[in-house]
């Protein structure tokens, strides 16, 4: 049998495939006045957050606990907030535009735009630093965060 390849770094797709996601506003994200209820903006932040990890190549499972799996090393949210420029409504597509930016060997953060019919609707932040599960002190950050924050770089 040949040797197993050596692991290498995932496969880096055009940077509008994992750096700019899509998606529609929903019925059930609006407010009795059909305008997009304004906590649905962090959300949509994790969830953007979420698939560019996946879509770069980052496997769920080595950032975000399972059942029955603890990792070494979690990455809180230590910092949110959102600006609302323009209202959502029911039926609006959105093009979400991650920027994310390593701000030391611990710590990074990505910046959200919403956009509308290449307008600008709403902006997030979301920061996050990497702590040890055990200790709960401050560790660097995982391999594949790493990875995933110098390529947005080498992306802009």
Do not use: K, N
Request: glycine share 6%; aromatic share 8%; charged share 20%.
């Amino acid at each position: 049998m040949p040797p197993a390849e050596p692991a290498s770094s995932p496969p880096v797709a055009r940077r509008d495939d994992w750096l700019l996601l899509c998606r529609t506003v929903r019925f059930g994200e609006t407010d009795a006045a059909g305008v997009m209820h304004f906590h649905q903006l962090l959300h949509w932040c994790h969830v953007a957050y979420e698939e560019s990890l996946e879509r770069f190549g980052v496997a769920s499972d080595t950032v975000f606990p399972t059942p029955g799996r603890t990792l070494a090393v979690a990455l809180p949210i230590v910092h949110a907030s959102a600006d609302y420029l323009r209202p959502l409504v029911c039926g609006d597509p959105l093009a979400i535009e991650l920027q994310p930016r390593p701000l030391d060997g611990s710590s990074f953060e990505v910046r959200y735009r919403f956009c509308r019919e290449g307008i600008e609707a709403a902006r997030g932040l979301t920061r996050h630093v990497a702590i040890e599960t055990a200790s709960r002190r401050r560790t660097t950050l995982p391999d594949a965060i790493s990875q995933w924050l110098g390529a947005s770089q080498a992306a802009a």
